[in-house]
Nanobody, 115 residues
Framework: VQVVESGGGMVQAGGSLRLSCAVS????????WAWYRQTPGGERTLVAR????????FYIDSVKGRFSITKDNAKNTIFLQMNNLKPEDTAIYYC?????????WGQGIQVTVSS
């Protein structure tokens, strides 16, 4: 299984980015996928989750109303639309199952939000 995140970069506060997570080696539609993030010296934490069985979305409080997790089963890709970005969103973002499979961690993608 290979997981490749893309779409990160540097934006000013209030800007938007759309992250993509291309998965190969397994079919994503029957699995619950999530986005995680990690800051320097911090732990990798859950940001958003999309349940496979009913497409129920979960977001941590700090990103509710600003982030949106979706997926394209045909493309085996998970997305994270991030709007109204804040400097505290700066982190490396990863996608993985929820709960995460330790063998699925990709390289992650850097998101930097300047004030």
């Amino acid at each position: 299984v290979q997981v490749v995140e893309s779409g990160g970069g540097m934006v000013q506060a209030g800007g938007s980015l759309r992250l993509s997570c291309a998965v190969s080696g397994l079919t994503i539609w029957y699995l619950t996928w999530a986005w995680y993030r990690q800051t320097p010296g911090g732990e990798r934490t859950l940001v958003a989750r999309l349940r496979w069985m009913d497409n129920t979305e979960f977001y941590i409080d700090s990103v509710k109303g600003r982030f949106s997790i979706t997926k394209d089963n045909a493309k085996n890709t998970i997305f994270l639309q991030m709007n109204n970005l804040k400097p505290e969103d700066t982190a490396i973002y990863y996608c993985n199952e929820d709960p995460p499979d330790r063998t699925f961690w990709g390289q992650g993608i850097q998101v930097t939000v300047s004030s």
